[in-house]
């Protein structure tokens, strides 16, 4: 019992506890700086963030679709949206395993499809993003000294990504004499046939780099709410490093880890801490809220039964059998 409740506390606590940090350090100046807030932006970028929703349902139902998995796009934004808002919760994105019971329940998909329209979606978000730092990098190295492990945390998923694809082309080959090997081997190739043709590819990267770009916009649309003279440059950079730094799952959500890439980029552009730190937790705090609000309006559209996968995810309930079981 100690060991499931201090695997999502203490996650938790750091999470908080970053967070609760970056305020203190700026807590004189933060309510001044919030009097001088232009609110319209506030809600621009709550509208901005729905759409990048509805876009990222959009293409996770062209994933699906890959795997002859026919569902509209009202399921497809509402299975990521009750599996992001576990995420929210617990920590390891156990709450993708929400997506695949979902799909299981829904649609009687395998699991296997389940688990590979995650690692498409999941491939295609973590290489696009930093396509896009590569993208914004000649602008942002023009106007700042950008540390060297910033480049390193970009080139990785990149490099990552290319054996990824080079695994895929070779997965072909390979011996299915067990059934461990026959499991994995039916995965690459589900994952093959749903992302590796020219117009997969073209559809993924393309719908990918776009709701990155809407992201960035959210978070622009919050620098604009303080008047911060921010090049978009480096708000795309800020938006980058944050979001392959929340890829490691040290916090639920990426709470704290997030916020602190993003007010330290802001920072090395010159942004004063006060103004970095609010830009960096109401970014988030937005695209987090909406997550939730999206979640609560998808356990409506599933059903009770949805509330039951969250609770267990919660707990730590849903194993490995449940998903790779059968």
């Not at 990267?205 to 003279?229: H, K, T």
Request: aromatic fraction near 10%; include cysteine; proline fraction near 4%.
């Amino acid at each position: 019992m100690w060991k499931k409740v201090s695997a999502v506390v203490i996650p938790t606590l750091i999470a908080v506890g970053i967070v609760a940090y970056m305020l203190y350090r700026v807590w004189d100046e933060l309510l001044l700086t919030l009097e001088h807030a232009v609110i319209p932006f506030l809600f621009a970028a709550v509208g901005i963030c729905v759409t990048a929703w509805i876009l990222r349902g959009y293409r996770y139902r062209f994933i699906l679709q890959g795997l002859d998995v026919r569902k509209d796009l009202w399921f497809s934004t509402a299975c990521i949206f009750i599996s992001q808002t576990a995420n929210l919760i617990v920590p390891a994105r156990l709450g993708d395993f929400v997506r695949m019971l979902i799909l299981k329940h829904e649609d009687d998909a395998t699991y296997s499809q389940g688990f590979s329209s995650l690692v498409v979606e999941r491939v295609f978000d973590i290489l696009m993003i930093a396509v896009l730092g590569v993208i914004a990098l000649p602008f942002v190295l023009a106007v700042l000294d950008v540390p060297d492990w910033f480049i390193t945390v970009i080139v990785v998923p990149l490099a990552a990504g290319g054996v990824f694809f080079a695994v895929l082309l070779w997965s072909g080959r390979m011996e299915s004499g067990n059934r461990i090997v026959a499991a994995i081997q039916k995965m690459l190739d589900e994952v093959k046939r749903a992302s590796l043709n020219p117009r997969a590819l073209a559809v993924l990267s393309g719908s990918s780099l776009l709701i990155w770009l809407v992201d960035v916009l959210v978070c622009y649309a919050v620098v604009l709410m303080f008047q911060e003279p921010v090049p978009f440059g480096i708000v795309v950079l800020a938006i980058v490093i944050g979001n392959l730094v929340k890829a490691v799952p040290i916090t639920p959500g990426g709470v704290g880890t997030y916020e602190l890439a993003l007010a330290l980029t802001f920072g090395l552009a010159g942004t004063p801490a006060v103004t970095a730190t609010l830009i960096a937790v109401i970014d988030h705090l937005i695209k987090n809220l909406v997550t939730l609000v999206g979640g609560v309006g998808s356990i409506y559209y599933f059903g009770d039964w949805s509330m039951s996968l969250l609770k267990r995810a919660f707990n730590r309930e849903i194993e490995t059998e449940d998903t790779f079981g059968g």
